[in-house]
């Protein structure tokens, strides 16, 4: 596609349910990232791949939080038993190769837990 | 660890004027890439200007233009001829070999007819 592409933009879950966020980076991007970003603050880095491989998961705030990208393409971002804190903007981002390259974001999907 | 700081919380600025945001980093690192971005209400982020640690002239584009003191770890953006479409929250990073970015809290810059 044209840009990074996320899905679903908006997603109201009642807490402890589980969710699902897409992500569609832009064809033959090799690196991906995922962000969160609470209201009024910077994006917080969650997780990286290269390909399919995830060097970095570092910034995954709990063991709620899981990322895949099975196929190297597409990733999924997976939060089981959503909490209140866990209302942001998620961010995904892709790039054609570490940081030399520009990172493209999308749109983002704003995730309400109430 | 890498921190970024942005000390403006909100700016405004009149139309067809200039405008510089501040931000400065703290890093141990030698190699790096530092970034604006700019995220209107949609929410994307947008890439403005990005400047590499190792070249010691400040990037230029068009409007945008960075000052850059690796010293003082310093890097502030300035913004000519302001225009009400630059409205928005304009986020410093920083970036190191491995590609993850450390933003800062954000200005919120509003420009003013």
């Known amino acids: 596609g044209a840009g990074v592409s996320q899905s679903p933009r908006y997603k109201v879950a009642k807490r402890g349910q589980d969710v699902a966020l897409r992500c569609d980076p832009i064809?033959?991007?090799?690196?991906l990232f995922w962000y969160q970003q609470a209201l009024g603050q910077g994006p917080e880095f969650l997780t990286y791949?290269?390909?399919?491989?995830?060097?970095?998961k570092s910034g995954l705030p709990s063991d709620r939080f899981f990322a895949e990208r099975p196929e190297g393409s597409v990733s999924t971002l997976k939060i089981q038993r959503t909490q209140q804190e866990d209302s942001a903007v998620y961010l995904c981002?892709?790039?054609?190769?570490?940081?030399?390259?520009?990172?493209?974001f999308g749109e983002g999907s704003w995730l309400t837990v109430v | 660890a890498q921190t970024v700081t942005q000390s403006q919380p909100e700016m405004s600025v009149q139309e067809a004027e200039t405008v510089t945001l501040s931000c400065t980093y703290d890093?141990?690192?030698?190699?790096?890439?530092l970034f604006w971005y700019k995220q209107p209400p949609s929410r994307q982020m947008i890439l403005v200007i990005r400047?590499?640690?190792?070249?010691?002239q400040n990037a230029t584009e068009n409007r945008f233009s960075v000052n850059f003191q690796k010293a003082a770890k310093s890097f502030s953006l300035k913004i000519s001829d302001s225009q009400l479409g630059d409205t928005a929250m304009y986020f410093c990073?920083?970036?190191?070999?491995?590609?993850?970015?450390?933003f800062g809290q954000g200005t919120e810059l509003s420009v003013k007819p």
């Open positions: 400047q590499e640690a190792y070249k010691q």
């Open positions: 064809s033959g991007h090799v690196s």
């Open positions: 791949f290269q390909n399919e491989a995830q060097l970095d």
């Open positions: 890093t141990s690192e030698s190699n790096y890439y």
């Open positions: 990073a920083f970036g190191n070999q491995g590609g993850k970015l450390i």
């Open positions: 981002a892709s790039s054609s190769s570490g940081l030399g390259n520009t990172i493209y």
